[in-house]
């Protein structure tokens, strides 16, 4: 028998870099409702009562078609508005955080897109440009992963944690406990046993709180409330270690504590370390990107691929030239746990998917304000959302292409 012990974390909307993702997705979709076709790349920074948004947008729409001259990006959305509202939603409206919705002062750094960029990237003709296609608005390599270790064909470890995140968000949302604050972290660890998960062994949960709450509370709090209540029972040992607030005090959290940047999470956002990651961050990136778009994808083909039951774990990996409108290369692994050869699995999915930028962005309908709900608690996994990579719809056809 072989054992390890694997670890994965979360973390909180309120944790630093996640408030950062969560502004720039929040000015990515008010871009795409202004304008499907937005392009947008925005990064954010914060610290203390500081809150940076740069990068380049470019909506169509604003564009004289006449004049070819292009109105700000004021009169189509409010940045400042948008941002305040983003923090507001999280939870930063306490008087005692210098991080607050109302007070934040905001410096708006924010361009067009760069037009060697947008040549690469639209299907139009263009100087240099071989083809007439949407190309992939950058080179990169971006994986896709599934396995059968939990309902959401997600690993266990990393599913767990972002369960014991979403449950503490929940409650402090609700307004029950009054001393619950947004920043919040959590981590759990599984021993497998011949590659299966069998036991957690150990939880860890750090929580912002108000000043002068007792730490015996917050303890309570989180074993009983959180950890027993989102958890596998089964799971759950006699020797399971549950460390809360290992310092002891996490009053100062938030901005405040430490600064924040947009993509800085993305092994949170992704797989929790079993998978692979190409590097690629996906937050306040509109799905020309395919650092974003072809991640989603891989998830998609990983997912139905093990749904469909031709392996209990996978990993799909594609590569891209920017501008260039095919991926090249494409590379499937079961890890030995497919019912047929991989060689046979690729040639299924390529039957049944096409990875050109443009037909990924087509085949999940990605030209919709849905990025904020795939922001926090990892952008894969959560089935309660509606979001199109998570649809196990191709599996029949995935099985039948593979007969």
């Known amino acids: ?28 979709d008010a871009c795409l409702k202004v304008d499907p076709k937005s392009r947008v790349a ?70 067009a897109q760069s037009a060697d960029i947008a040549q ?38 990393i599913m767990y944690a972002h369960r014991l995140g979403r449950e503490l968000t929940r409650i402090r949302k609700s307004g029950r406990v009054k001393w619950l604050r947004p920043d919040a972290k959590s981590q759990v660890s599984v021993e497998y046993l ?4 069998t036991r957690i062994v150990n939880v860890v949960i750090s929580t912002q709180h108000a000043e ?30 549950f460390l809360i607030n290992p310092t002891g005090k996490f009053v100062i959290g938030g901005p405040q504590g430490d600064s924040g940047l947009t993509g800085r999470k993305i092994i949170v956002d992704t797989y929790g370390g079993t998978g692979r990651h190409g590097g690629g961050a996906f937050s306040g990136k509109d799905p020309s990107k395919v650092d974003r778009s072809a991640a989603y994808m891989g998830r998609w083909v990983a997912k139905n691929i093990v749904a469909a039951g031709l392996a209990a774990k996978c990993e799909i990996q594609f590569a891209y030239a920017i501008g260039h409108p095919e ?54 996994g959560k089935e309660d959302c509606g979001l199109p990579w998570e649809e196990t719809n191709k599996f029949a056809a995935l099985k039948k292409a593979a007969r």
């Open 327 to 380: 991926p090249v290369s494409v590379h499937i692994d079961t890890f030995g746990t497919g019912t047929i050869d991989d060689v046979k699995i690729l040639g299924a999915v390529m039957k049944v998917f096409s990875f050109k930028p443009a037909d990924i962005v087509r085949q999940l309908k990605l030209l919709r304000p849905i990025y904020s709900d795939s922001t926090n608690y990892g952008h894969f």
């Open 120 to 157: 690469g990237v639209d299907a139009r003709k263009a100087e240099g440009k071989k083809h007439e296609e949407q190309g992939a608005g950058d080179q990169g390599i971006m994986f896709g992963y599934a396995c059968d270790e939990t309902p959401e064909l997600m690993p266990a470890p």
């Open 42 to 111: 925005c990064e954010t920074f914060v610290k203390s009562n500081q809150v940076v948004v740069g990068g380049e947008i470019t909506i169509p729409k604003l564009q004289d078609a006449k004049t070819g001259r292009t109105k700000p990006l004021d009169s189509a959305i409010n940045v400042g508005t948008v941002v305040r509202d983003a923090i507001r939603g999280i939870g930063y409206i306490n008087d005692d955080d210098i991080f607050h919705a109302d007070t934040v002062f905001i410096t708006n750094l924010l361009t």
């Open 212 to 241: 002068g709450t007792k730490h015996a509370e917050i303890e309570k709090f989180c074993i009983e409330k959180v950890i027993k209540k989102v958890l596998p029972k089964g799971m759950l040992t006699k020797d399971t270690e």
């Open 194 to 197: 011949d590659g299966k998960p």
């Open 1 to 28: 028998m072989s054992s390890y012990i694997f670890s994965s974390e979360s973390v909180g909307e309120g944790h630093p870099d996640k408030v950062c993702d969560t502004i720039s997705d929040a000015i990515l």
